[in-house]
């Protein structure tokens, strides 16, 4: 007997047929002996609905309430997939957050999770319920209603997956699992069995949206084994795991691509101390995350040029924030780009092996696209390129890497 957590999405739960579907899916694995949490996000466009009918009441309103309002589309879906479950004959029972308890701190909108005090859950799993759980919501010490941010069902699955050291945590959504890259931009790529949490924890933060970064930082640091499958189709979907010898053998695990950056490069700036401070001090004053930051000294002139990425929305801001300073460290001049793309080849098998860099600039000047920046870390590197070659790059790459071609075609020499 296993003891599994199930969360569906909104789509998932959008009508009342697809509710229907889950109480089934949660049945099957009860009747197959396991214990059953199911966590539940509201019927989908119900939270955007919530939202708007919030932003509309007033300008500014206190966090506090909009967390009252959106959490509401949870309370209409646990009731429904409980009913659902009962009426097929079975036991179920469904709790808000509060009630399970899940406590937070008070950061409303986006609060983050301390403690979960699973014992009413414990309790029903062994009079034989199917324990039927809100996911997005919580409540602060003081006995606030909050939430944990948009996509936060993710997060609650995983927090109550963790506290009652369940043996899986099933996230089925729209999706069959994690690709080694965009199937919209390359056609053959492959549906990944296994990912490590780190690499999927780079893959997520570079825009490959299947889960909520939260749930995958909790999945590694309580080593809950989750599994990302569809709710639509049959399949055994993706798992996502600590690293295990076979990652190792495979130097890339996927390819992502990020449009949401833009870059900014100040030329002429004399080579002293304290440049750097005054440039990106005014960035963090203004709240400005930087990403990518290349610095190089001309040994003739004496003078350096600094080049950096923001977000794309902040951009025109970041360029406002920056003429001051810019005048005032006395250097040449201030530019922008927004017509930039990062590309990102991910994988833990790059720990071990070089060259990877290597091959990747190989692959990219086959094609003729010129490298702007460059990053890397222990597990991945990134390339700054101009935004109408990304798609280009993104096939150049998947191809380079044998992406298509399974663990066993490509392990590396
Ligand atoms: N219902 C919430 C949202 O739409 C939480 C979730 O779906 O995970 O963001
Ligand atoms: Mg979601």
């Known amino acids: 007997m296993a003891l599994i957590v199930q969360k569906f999405g909104g789509t998932s739960v959008g009508t009342i047929e697809r509710i ?101 859950i414990r309790k029903d799993l062994e009079d034989g319920y199917i324990v039927v759980v809100a996911g997005f919501q919580g409540i602060d010490e003081l006995g606030n209603l909050t939430t944990l941010g948009r996509g936060g069902s993710d997060t609650s699955a995983v927090a109550v997956a963790a506290a009652l050291k369940a043996d899986r945590c099933d996230i089925y959504t729209d999706v069959d699992g994690v690709y080694t890259t965009d199937p919209r931009i390359v056609s053959k790529a492959r549906k990944l069995d296994h990912i490590s949490y780190d690499e999927m924890l780079e893959m997520a933060s570079l825009g490959a949206k299947v ?38 053998n495979i130097l890339v695990s996927g390819i992502t691509y990020d449009r949401n950056e833009a870059k900014v490069t100040i030329q002429g700036v004399p080579d002293k101390p304290g440049i750097a401070a005054a440039v990106f ?40 924030v920056l003429e001051p300073v810019v005048a005032q460290i006395g250097a040449r001049s201030l530019l922008g780009n927004v017509e930039i793309a990062k590309v990102s080849a991910v994988g833990v098998g790059m720990r071990s092996h070089a060259g990877v860099a290597q091959r990747m600039f190989r692959a990219l000047s086959q094609e003729g696209i010129n490298i702007q920046m460059i990053s890397t870390s222990e597990i991945k590197v990134s390339v700054v390129i101009d935004e109408k070659y990304m798609e280009l790059a993104v096939r150049a790459l998947h191809d380079a890497f044998e992406l298509e071609k399974g663990a066993e075609g490509r392990i590396a020499s």
């Open 20 to 120: 229907r579907n889950v109480a089934a899916r949660a049945v099957a694995d009860y009747n197959a002996g396991n214990q059953v949490v199911v966590v539940v996000s509201a019927m989908s466009g119900e939270t955007n609905k919530l939202v708007a009918l919030i932003e509309g009441v007033a300008a500014f309103y206190n966090k506090r309430e909009y967390d009252v309002v959106v959490a509401a589309g949870e309370q209409v879906s646990i009731g429904l997939l409980a009913a659902a479950i009962e009426s097929m004959g079975y036991k179920a029972r469904s709790y808000l957050g509060w009630q399970v308890r899940f406590i937070t701190d008070s950061a409303f909108s986006k609060a983050r999770i301390k403690e979960v005090e699973a014992f009413r």
């Open 211 to 248: 889960l909520q970064i939260r749930s995958v930082e909790l999945a590694k640091k309580y080593r809950v084994p989750l599994r990302v499958l569809s709710s639509l189709e049959e399949g055994t979907g993706t798992l996502l795991t600590e690293e295990n010898h076979m990652m190792e």
């Open 281 to 320: 001090g005014a960035l963090a004053d203004a709240n400005i995350n930087v990403d990518m930051i290349i610095q190089n000294v001309s040994a003739s002139s004496g003078e350096t040029d600094l080049t950096f990425t923001v977000p794309r929305g902040d951009h025109k801001m970041a360029i406002k």
